[in-house]
């Protein structure tokens, strides 16, 4: 039995807690006592809580000598700076914490002090990168990596079709970012959203797939001479935001209104999607991944396909996101615990798909919990 | 030969000045310089101009004095005030000019001086209205009437597939002020851009109609016991404009941004749209225009269809908008001042059907212009 300790009892760290806490002994800490609440309610008795502010002084550095592992399912504004601090003191982090920083640059500090971070493991980035690592692992040549992810509401309601897990201003923020992809080898920029093309997924139907910044660490090493990564949204959603972005409603410069008054229209729209973005009581949502990794093995050219597809879990009212977010993350952190000698420093998930048996082993775990990753093979030309 | 003055030298007023001044004395009056030249041009050396503040005081008196007839051209904030003082002084009136109160409102005053102006005459409010009534006039029962008009480019280029030959804040208006329809003969309120249709019209496709606030003063004297008027758009703007107003974008209420500031989000609407709805150089635009009559006559069901496409004219350089605008309200004012002894009074379009010849002199007159109306006369049942 390990020790862990989950940073921020959001809807991520509440989940990875029930997770944990069902072979282990699990601390959560967070600042607000009403997520406290709802995070012991997930697993009742099995979890210890602490009401504390991870940003005062020495909050952390006790944190990282109680416990084995130390899970990071923080806010943006301070999930970097408390990353930072676990490892100076050189402890064992599974993070998952959304932050605009790059979590890499870390890296030195952590092969000094001895710490291990597991950075990015979510579903995308996370499963997305270790899957698509995994299968280029598996050809002797990788020679396109396409990943397709989104999060949606199970119905896609006018006019947006369109629900967000998270702040609206952090979608926003994918839409308008130029996203990175590689080419013949080379990182290029493409605007944001474009490339859109509709992909098939059984069940659903046609997604619209378009181009966003989620490669992330996959840019500095490519896992082959082509790689992208798109984001799936119900049909007829992106169309809405590139009209809201060519007219000017998305624009983060200030426009002036008379009178003195000036607004950034962005501010304004993050506002007004806040409400029309919120997911309706009852109204569900969905997780929906494709990693596509196209190369040659044994004289032949052949694509490997893993796909998911994770619906809400009704019983614990568990949205898909939390569940797809989470689950990845509290099976790495029992891994992490168990090493005996990890490498020291911050790893992206897809440094990650070389050790013995954890992807084969992620994906049996994820089957039990009912999050079933299917793998195809095909032939082609 | 009779004298006319031309009371803002605007897009539509320039053209009407230019119309009038093949065989009459125009005097153009306007506060702007340059929109003076530009009048001027239109018709060189036919054409007297005036530099004035229409709202200084004795201007409107004096103007009405000299002219025979005079032409409302004006902004809406001053149309009001204007045409009350003109009425005020006995004077003779066309306006065509934009307001947001009710011109009718002023038939008191001039019957008192024994004024006569005849509002809203343009094309819709203007022939809209006045060949509805003619072609009632021509049925012993009418059943039904339906306007549906546009002003469009004549391209329809995504995302909004919408340009706008005025401000963005008056089009916005009318997607947001409730429309009013005659239903068995009674007046109802319909949410505005209800009732959504695609309608073929023939050299262009489909467009698509909703229901306006466009009926105005025969919401007061229906024609028939059913009554809508509709705008027409080319497919997929009215969705967009929809999903802008669901989402509160169009919201007239004050949003507040934090730190004490707020933003009405109309407001930043409008502006935004001032320039994703301005006409590029050399774009066209387009007035559609299909005005329907069903009753009954001779104990037959009839349906008399007036229908008109006007395009921009090359050679002169003048918007559609203008045209189909300017050439009623030209042609009207010639009219009013031949007219011997014209009833006193404020008087809509429609009210001015049944003065003799009227009509087919205008249609006659619109077609020398190049603007054809055509008529279609069906079998119903």
Not at 108 to 137: C, K, N, Q
Not at 148 to 175: C, H, Q, S
Request: glycine residues 10%; proline residues 6%; hydrophobic residues 45%.
């Amino acid at each position: 039995m390990a020790r862990f300790a989950v940073l921020g009892a959001g809807r991520v760290g509440a989940v990875v807690a029930a997770d944990l806490a069902r072979e282990h002994e699990v601390l959560v800490v967070d600042a607000r006592p009403e997520a406290l609440e709802r995070a012991q309610e997930a697993a009742p008795g099995r979890i210890a809580t602490r009401r504390l502010q991870v940003g005062a002084p020495g909050v952390l550095e006790s944190l990282a000598d109680e416990a084995d592992v130390l899970v990071g399912a923080l806010a943006s504004r301070v999930a970097h700076e408390s990353l930072r601090r676990l490892l100076g003191r050189g402890a064992r982090v599974i993070d998952v914490s959304f932050m605009a920083e790059d979590a890499l640059a870390l890296d030195g500090l952590a092969r000094e002090t001895g710490a291990v971070a597991w950075v990015d493991f979510g579903v995308a980035p996370g499963m997305s990168h270790l899957l698509a690592a995994h299968a280029a692992a598996g050809l002797e040549r990788a020679e396109r990596v396409e990943i397709l992810v989104g999060g949606l509401p199970r119905e896609p309601r006018p006019p947006f079709r369109y629900k967000a897990g998270f702040a609206p201003a952090d979608v926003l923020e994918e839409y308008l970012r130029p996203a990175r992809v590689v080419e013949r080898g080379r990182v290029v920029e493409r605007p944001a959203l474009a490339e859109r093309e509709l992909v098939d997924f059984e069940g659903l139907g046609a997604l619209e797939a378009a181009l966003t910044d989620g490669l992330r660490s996959l840019v500095h090493a490519p896992l082959a001479p082509e790689m992208v990564e798109k984001t799936l949204r119900w049909p007829g959603h992106y169309e809405l935001m590139l009209a809201l972005r060519e007219a000017g409603f998305l624009s983060a410069e200030p426009l002036d209104l008379g009178g003195g008054r000036a607004v950034r229209p962005l501010e304004l729209a993050a506002r007004l999607l806040e409400e029309a973005w919120s997911f309706a009581p009852g109204e569900e949502d969905l997780t929906v991944m494709r990693i596509t990794v196209e190369g040659r093995r044994g004289g032949r050219s052949l694509r490997l396909v893993h796909e998911v597809l994770v619906g809400q879990d009704r019983e614990r009212a568990t949205t898909s996101m939390a569940r797809a977010t989470a689950t990845p993350c509290a099976l790495a952190a029992r891994r992490l615990a168990e090493e005996r000698d990890p490498e020291p420093g911050v790893h992206p998930p897809e440094e990650l798909a070389a050790l013995p048996g954890f992807v084969e082993w992620l994906l049996a775990e994820h089957e039990r919990r009912g999050i079933r990753y299917r793998l195809r093979e095909e032939q082609l030309g």
